[in-house]
């Protein structure tokens, strides 16, 4: 069965023999990495951790979607930048960091912003995606349009000392919809004063999504699926909300009011 | 009565609560920045005063986190 | 010397924990189940602990014997998949 598909190199089973060695994982499972294709959006917070970890996993192909350069505020989480990055595209200081760590993979940078327009020809290429932005318009569009194309996603939201993560698989589990139903309005979310973070917080749930997409594709363990996972690291609480699908749903539900995608309007600065 | 809130068990010294009184006596301090959920239905935020909350009710709130940057 | 027929060999001699099992793993995932894998290891933790670790994957050891060199052969019967 996977006869054929063995041809990892001396190195490579160096590499990856941590995974292999895992019961769960395995040859079969490296070989599954190998051939995986994910999308990573935003080269954040969120995304730089993912972007390491998964490169480091040696998914085989990674595109990661970010608009913005690197700024010296960016460096106190953002780990896969680095001071002397400051004024260069994110997209590219993160396909530097990716392919120095593992040369066998290959990194699409997309130096772009995700819009309704353009969105669902993007995520169609890929296996997974790990949502890591940094604003609810955009948290919502990739759902919508991972649910239109049946493309199974990880979400994340981080504020202050806090994160929450929940897996969808499209048609199978709960979507972020199913939670949260709408953006919040526009006024109530958190202004810039309010909305510092932790670095660390990034980091933890950075690598929370990224395992998701690790056991996602290898098949292992059981998914942050119909759970909203979320954790209050002021007093390293992790707390488990079961959720289901709603019939009502507007995305996911019987009778989709959702038909087409559109731009929520963006607020306030990006925590 | 008695409602599980996010897990924690509370009682209340009525037979009916509506959602944003039980927001107000949670202390959530941005009730917008929350999605409720009740026996595992999502309750629509427009929802949330005609809501009742009665006896035994299992009530989860799910927070807005939009960072990720 | 057993009368069991092998279908794959490795020689892990003088290869070290864990990457003995690793090996051990990738021939072991080129079998189908039922076939037989030999595997030639060191004494000392290698013999302690890949037997171990195989069995715990669901394979048998059918045959463990003692090289005249102090090495050890196994024999694995490649189990679930």
Redesign the interface.
């Known amino acids: 069965m996977v006869k054929k598909m063995i041809d990892f190199t001396e190195e490579q089973l160096e590499r990856y023999s941590r995974h292999i060695l895992l019961a769960d994982v395995g040859v079969e499972g490296q070989i599954r990495l190998s051939s995986a294709r994910v999308l990573i959006i935003g080269a954040g917070g969120l995304g730089a951790p993912v972007a390491l970890y998964l490169a480091a996993a040696g998914v085989g192909t990674i595109g990661i979607v970010d608009n913005d350069i690197v700024e010296v505020s960016n460096l106190q989480r953002q780990v896969c930048h680095f001071h002397n990055n400051i004024g260069k595209a994110k997209v590219e200081s993160a396909r530097e960091k990716m392919k120095a760590i593992n040369p066998d993979i290959t990194v699409i940078p997309l130096e772009k912003y995700l819009v309704a327009d353009n969105i669902r020809e993007i995520i169609r290429d890929y296996d997974f995606v790990v949502e890591g932005s940094d604003n609810f318009p955009t948290k919502f569009l990739v759902n919508d349009a991972c649910v239109m194309e049946s493309i199974p996603f990880s979400i994340g939201g981080i504020l202050r000392f806090d994160g929450q993560a929940m897996t969808i698989v499209p048609g199978e589990s709960a979507c972020y919809r199913c939670a949260f139903r709408n953006p919040p309005p526009p006024d109530a979310v958190p202004s810039c004063s309010e909305a510092g973070v932790l670095g660390a917080i990034a980091g933890m749930l950075g690598t929370i999504q990224a395992a998701e997409t690790l056991k996602f594709i290898t098949g292992a363990g059981s998914l942050l699926t119909d759970t909203l996972l979320s954790f209050d690291a002021k007093n390293m609480d992790f707390h488990k909300v079961r959720l289901q699908r709603q019939d009502d749903c507007a995305i996911c539900g019987k009778e989709p009011s959702i038909r087409t995608l559109v731009d929520y309007e963006q607020t306030t600065c990006g925590i | 009565m008695h409602i599980t809130v996010n897990g924690e068990n509370k009682e209340f010294d009525t037979s009916s609560l509506p959602i944003t009184t039980l927001l107000e006596v949670a202390k959530v301090e941005s009730p917008d920045m929350v999605s409720v959920q009740v026996n595992g239905k999502v309750i629509d935020r427009t929802l949330y005063a005609d809501t009742l909350l009665r006896d035994n009710d299992e009530v989860d709130f799910l927070y807005f986190m939009g960072g990720g940057a | 010397m057993s009368t069991i027929t092998t279908d794959a060999s490795r020689d892990c001699r003088n290869v070290g924990c ?2 003995n ?3 051990t ?2 021939e072991l ?2 079998l ?1 189940p039922g076939q037989v894998l030999e595997v030639i290891l060191d004494d000392g933790p290698p013999i302690n602990n890949v037997p171990k670790s195989v069995v ?2 669901g394979h048998a050891i059918l045959e463990k014997s003692r090289c005249d060199d102090g090495t050890w052969r196994i024999l694995i019967r490649c189990g679930k ?1």
Request: proline residues 8%; aromatic residues 8%; charged residues 30%.
């Open positions: 864990p990457m099992m690793v090996y793993k990738v995932a080129k189908s715990l994957e998949k």
